[in-house]
Protein backbone atom coordinates (compact mmCIF):
# COMPACT_ATOMS: atom_id res chain seq x y z
CA UNK A 1 0.00 0.00 0.00
CA UNK A 2 1.31 3.12 -0.81
CA UNK A 3 -0.30 6.63 0.07
CA UNK A 4 -0.06 9.84 -1.71
CA UNK A 5 -0.07 13.57 -0.29
CA UNK A 6 -0.28 16.09 -2.68
CA UNK A 7 0.67 19.57 -1.73
CA UNK A 8 1.12 23.06 -3.05
CA UNK A 9 -2.04 24.36 -4.21
CA UNK A 10 -3.46 27.45 -3.42
CA UNK A 11 -4.79 30.86 -4.93
CA UNK A 12 -2.73 32.52 -7.49
CA UNK A 13 -4.11 35.05 -9.90
CA UNK A 14 -4.30 34.61 -14.23
CA UNK A 15 -0.87 34.46 -15.48
CA UNK A 16 0.70 33.19 -12.19
CA UNK A 17 2.75 29.71 -11.34
CA UNK A 18 2.43 27.07 -8.63
CA UNK A 19 4.43 24.07 -7.96
CA UNK A 20 2.37 21.18 -6.87
CA UNK A 21 4.35 18.17 -5.38
CA UNK A 22 2.88 14.67 -4.52
CA UNK A 23 4.83 12.90 -1.32
CA UNK A 24 4.55 9.01 -1.64
CA UNK A 25 4.86 7.01 1.43
CA UNK A 26 6.78 4.03 0.09
CA UNK A 27 8.92 3.34 -2.87
CA UNK A 28 7.62 4.70 -6.17
CA UNK A 29 10.30 3.30 -7.99
CA UNK A 30 8.46 0.37 -9.10
CA UNK A 31 5.36 2.75 -10.40
CA UNK A 32 5.35 2.86 -14.39
CA UNK A 33 3.44 5.36 -14.63
CA UNK A 34 2.89 8.72 -12.36
CA UNK A 35 0.39 10.93 -13.50
CA UNK A 36 -1.60 14.32 -12.95
CA UNK A 37 -4.63 14.45 -13.21
CA UNK A 38 -7.82 17.20 -12.74
CA UNK A 39 -11.30 17.46 -11.52
CA UNK A 40 -12.76 20.95 -12.79
CA UNK A 41 -15.91 22.71 -10.79
CA UNK A 42 -19.11 20.65 -11.55
CA UNK A 43 -17.47 17.50 -12.94
CA UNK A 44 -17.91 14.19 -11.27
CA UNK A 45 -14.80 12.05 -10.54
CA UNK A 46 -15.21 9.98 -13.55
CA UNK A 47 -14.48 12.85 -15.51
CA UNK A 48 -10.97 13.24 -13.93
CA UNK A 49 -9.04 15.08 -17.24
CA UNK A 50 -5.52 13.02 -17.51
CA UNK A 51 -3.14 15.86 -18.41
CA UNK A 52 0.85 14.64 -17.16
CA UNK A 53 2.28 11.63 -16.82
CA UNK A 54 5.79 10.44 -16.32
CA UNK A 55 7.18 6.71 -17.06
CA UNK A 56 9.71 5.15 -15.08
CA UNK A 57 11.93 5.48 -18.50
CA UNK A 58 10.96 9.09 -17.79
CA UNK A 59 8.98 9.52 -20.89
CA UNK A 60 6.89 12.58 -20.39
CA UNK A 61 3.33 12.79 -21.98
CA UNK A 62 0.99 15.97 -21.93
CA UNK A 63 -2.13 16.75 -22.81
CA UNK A 64 -2.35 20.00 -25.64
CA UNK A 65 -3.22 22.21 -23.08
CA UNK A 66 -1.09 21.39 -20.41
CA UNK A 67 2.09 21.77 -23.21
CA UNK A 68 4.39 24.53 -22.90
CA UNK A 69 3.14 25.17 -19.25
CA UNK A 70 3.24 22.82 -17.25
CA UNK A 71 6.46 20.31 -16.48
CA UNK A 72 5.88 17.15 -14.62
CA UNK A 73 8.94 15.48 -12.96
CA UNK A 74 9.41 12.53 -10.09
CA UNK A 75 12.40 11.73 -7.89
CA UNK A 76 12.12 8.03 -7.14
CA UNK A 77 14.60 8.36 -4.42
CA UNK A 78 12.64 10.96 -2.33
CA UNK A 79 9.43 9.03 -3.60
CA UNK A 80 8.20 12.68 -4.90
CA UNK A 81 6.31 13.57 -8.13
CA UNK A 82 6.13 17.01 -8.65
CA UNK A 83 4.33 19.16 -11.71
CA UNK A 84 5.20 23.15 -12.30
CA UNK A 85 2.76 25.27 -13.26
CA UNK A 86 3.53 28.35 -15.24
CA UNK A 87 1.24 31.27 -17.17
CA UNK A 88 -1.80 29.92 -15.33
CA UNK A 89 -5.54 30.54 -16.54
CA UNK A 90 -8.82 30.61 -15.01
CA UNK A 91 -9.70 27.23 -16.69
CA UNK A 92 -6.96 25.68 -14.35
CA UNK A 93 -9.04 26.13 -11.33
CA UNK A 94 -9.71 22.51 -10.38
CA UNK A 95 -8.64 19.98 -7.76
CA UNK A 96 -5.64 18.33 -8.81
CA UNK A 97 -4.74 14.48 -8.29
CA UNK A 98 -1.66 12.39 -8.57
CA UNK A 99 -1.78 8.93 -9.31
CA UNK A 100 0.89 5.99 -9.24
CA UNK A 101 0.28 3.12 -11.63
CA UNK A 102 2.30 0.59 -9.61
CA UNK A 103 3.59 -2.98 -10.82
CA UNK A 104 2.20 -5.99 -8.61
CA UNK A 105 2.82 -9.66 -9.07
CA UNK A 106 -0.12 -11.55 -10.80
CA UNK A 107 -0.56 -13.37 -7.83
CA UNK A 108 -0.88 -10.58 -5.82
CA UNK A 109 -3.51 -8.81 -8.35
CA UNK A 110 -1.73 -7.57 -10.87
CA UNK A 111 -0.84 -3.95 -11.37
CA UNK A 112 -2.44 -1.65 -8.45
CA UNK A 113 -3.13 2.40 -9.04
CA UNK A 114 -3.10 4.62 -5.77
CA UNK A 115 -4.61 8.05 -5.87
CA UNK A 116 -3.74 11.14 -3.20
CA UNK A 117 -6.68 13.16 -1.75
CA UNK A 118 -5.95 16.04 -4.29
CA UNK A 119 -5.06 19.69 -3.88
CA UNK A 120 -7.43 22.65 -4.53
CA UNK A 121 -5.72 25.39 -7.14
CA UNK A 122 -7.85 27.96 -7.87
CA UNK A 123 -6.98 30.85 -10.65
CA UNK A 124 -8.46 34.42 -10.43
CA UNK A 125 -8.89 36.70 -12.91
Known amino acids: QVHLVESGGGLVQAGGSLNLSCAAS????????LVWYRQSPGKQREERELFASIAATGVVNYADFAKGRFTISRVDSAYMLYLRMKSLEVEDTAVYYCEAEMWRAPYLGGPVSYWGQGTQVTVSS
Open 26 to 33: GTISNAYN
